[in-house]
């Protein structure tokens, strides 16, 4: 996946993958729950925050809700479960995602970082972590999550982004409290562009 | 000299919300807890005839049925938790199905049979004001009082439903722009003589208007969990306020409010549809209380949409006149209301904005608020003020502009100051200064450079606007609990809510400021009842700091006379004797004569009574009688009812510059700069003062540009109930660099000098792009918030367009 993906290309690929919600869902495709005939496999082994975990998927479960559901990573906020808020984003092999509408057999072998794989492994917070702490850039905090995601991707990707380059990159990031300058100037702070 | 006040901190809360780490509602899991899911109404209107969930009760896994006949009955026009006999709106909660996972509980949902009967329906006020017009209820549209008490049950005692019609010509007449002679209103109020203050008039303005209603769109939809334990019940829910919530939701459960514990560690959003307990909250409680097992009620996004309150929207005529001075002389203003299925409009609340805004000398406020068959409304954001600022800013600018005087001087001229008046009864305010608000803004903005910068360049235009947002931003009478432990702590109780405004946070550095408490050496405890929190205001209409940072001193204050007490009857002399400072109460002539905080603690448990919270005040309120009642002999409790001397309408008032580039080959504009400085008393805590002014600017932009509700008037459906549809604001929509500043003058009604400022932050925003657009466009006026692209698009081309169909909710 192209890491430089506009909020309207994702929403456009997720829509034609087919993996979005439909607007009446809920948390979990109901209508889609039963066991599949094909017999697929549902005990698979996740590499989530660089620890291989075991868990048994359902085939058309999300992998915001294996996240959240089954390995009690509730970092991972669910706002509307149609990729339309990036509350619920995490990286993929580095790269950000909706994980509401990723089903979570689609990442078997692949490395999913969300919230609580971004602190150092001393317990420190991330640069994008701090510098959202000094610009005390959340407000209700629910999308805060997603937005040090896609932040940490941003700045893994391009170091020292303009502020142009910051807000489309984490476009796809809806913050209802309006919190956008704080994420940005944090953004800006974290990479050594404001002090 | 000021320790915290004015200071910047990290509120507690915040490291754990860019880990994740924080708690919301839906994070907490229990153990044999089950999944509640909801039917909701696919109709607009109608009532519930029958209900066979035969086959989903057989379903393995489905423990259990909630229907509207397990709760006591709401009559229209109430909200109910589950509808029956009323269904109004589509989405409207029917009855909730709890299994031992979401996904049974989802699949036996969708094997409920309902037997709906239908009835007729409305989305658009005035389509239901006209004669033959439907009714969004049975017994008629409108809420009006009467002088009887009203019928045993009513929700509303001493109102009741009436079905009012206005003649044709009147409907004609507002939507024409001409006062809508004969229409009936259910609010009126008038002072001066405008008749006589129009006839004398140098200018005379007439307008009508339109403003749409929108979901508030808190980005956690309001899931609860909740269970039972040795009687009391335990309820983890999404809501702005804490103590607040207690007495609501204690109602909704049936129970005394002391078997209440209400969880709240973290809010995703409220924007005043979480003030108190809302309706939902009855499922999961009473349902867990049925099954005996802990339920969890999650609410899908679009559920959110449905049952997450909404805007009110207006369809209104203004006239407005001025003298050659450019003094407002006189206000005509007439507000019909979209009470939408359930609450109310706030046509007063947006009179009370023009008068703050503008200080009539006369003005005659009529308004009425119509049922319509779509989701509840109730406060948000600036309820009636902030909407009122985005369609009332270009219409002041057209007044000023027949006048011949600068945009800015105009408001200037009509500023309100300490010596003014907010609304209909003309109530003074605890003071004022937005005449220096405006002048700092037109400094910082550049306004008068910009006005004389070339407005063409190509096909793109600047536009450059002013505008003012006020709320009423303060309350008196709660109480503060403060306590110092035997560790030499202080604890400080709050019964604030945490929606991330962090004033619950701001406002206990009151209370540090008086026992001059470094902040490391604080704690605040919030969060849950049974950590014993005081009774404190709903989180909701900016009123937190003006009103807690007063409940949070009297309380430290209390504080401070016991530990001059104990430290007098330790040592001899008189507590006058005796001065606080580094953590210590020691004598002023013998400094050795002293007792550490955490000796003084100690002492006061020895002492008992007052001292430890043994007795408490006479006058505090029952929840914070519970909350001391639990401290008792933990340490020297410092408790007290807010007494403090003082009368009036504590304002917040804000004034907006905007300057856009619109390309008129498009439509589309960029705003290219946004300045805002408040009139909000001392700034208490300056990074969060920041966050608010900037999260009100781009909820502006939404109010100005982007939100509404649209519904098919067909079919009684609604066609956005999903964000990316709804358009909430993106980074990419807003302005970056706001420039956000404040007066800074203390209000001598509050000890640390601050006032709130939450709300009229997006209105002064909204009103000021309105503005702004409306000077790109050589002073045309739309009259309409939302002006979305498409309108700016069609009226360049010369389209036929217009809003004086004054529709909402549709197109």
Known sequence: MNPQLTRRRFIKGVIFSGAAASTGAGVYLAANAQP????????????????????DVMPSETLAYTLRYKLDLTGTKIGCNRGECGACSVLINGVPNYSCSVLTHNVKGKAVTSIEGIKGSDGSLHPIQAAFVTENAPQCGFCTPGQVISAVALLNNNPRPTKAEAARAMSGNLCRCGAYEHYINGVLRASGQIA | MSMHIGFDFTPPDVPGKVTGEIKYAEDYKKEGMVFARLLTSPLPSGRVAGIDATEALRMDGVVGIFTADDLPPVPPPGNPSLASNYVTYVGQPILAIAAVTEEIAESAIQKVKIDFERRPFVVDPLTSLAPGGNNAYPEGNVLVRTTEEGPEGSPIRGAEIRDVKWPQTAIDALKSGKEPIGGEFTT???????????????????????????????LEARTSMAYWENGKCYFHGSSQSQSANNNGLARLLNIDPADLVFINEATGGGFGSKIGAYPIMAVSGNFSRVLNRPVQLRITREQEFYIGSARSGMQGWIKMAANANGKVTAVDLVIVNDGGATGGGSGNSSAQHVTVAYQPENMRYRGISVYTNTTPRGAQRGPGQNEMAAVLAPLADKVANQLGIDRVAFRRINAIDSDGFQGGSQGPVTSAFVKEALDQGMRTFGWKEKLEQPKENGSKVRGVG????????????????????????????????????YSYAGTCRAAAEVLKM?????????????????????????????????????????AVSKLKEIASSEHGGTPEDYEIGEERVFNLRDPSKNLTYAQAASKAIELGGKFSGEVAPADINPITQRAVEGLAGTGLIGVAKDNLPGQGQPPGVLVGFCEIELDRDTGKYQILDYTAIADCGTVVHPKNFENAMRGGAVWGVGLAAL??????????????????????????????????????IPDPQNPTGGRGIGEPTQGASAAALASAISDALDGHLFNSAPTTTDMIINHLAGNEYSTKSLKTNTF
């Open chain 2, 707 to 744: 939100e509404r509700h649209v519904y098919d008037p067909q079919n009684g459906l609604p066609a956005n109930t999903g964000l990316y549809q709804a358009k909430p604001p993106t980074y990419l929509d807003v302005n970056l660099d706001t420039q956000a500043g404040a007066v800074n």
């Open chain 2, 518 to 558: 470094p902040w490391n050496h604080c704690e605040i405890i919030r969060g849950r009842t049974d950590r014993h929190l005081p009774h404190s205001s709903g989180q909701g209409g900016s009123n937190t700091i003006f009103t807690h940072t007063r409940t949070n001193w009297v309380a430290a204050q209390d």
């Open chain 2, 466 to 501: 002013v505008g003012i947002g006020y709320h009423g931003a303060g309350g008196r009478g709660y109480d503060g609990l403060v306590r110092i432990g035997v560790d030499g702590k202080l604890y400080i109780h709050s019964g604030v809510g945490n929606l991330g405004t």
């Open chain 2, 188 to 218: 009126e109020w008038s002072f001066g003589n405008i008749d006589e203050a129009f006839s004398n008039a140098e200018v005379v303005v007439e307008e009508p208007f339109v403003t749409m209603g929108y979901p508030h769109h808190s």
């Open chain 1, 36 to 55: 599949g005939s094909g017999g697929a496999e549902r005990l698979i082994t996740l590499n989530i925050n660089g620890r291989n975990r075991p868990v």
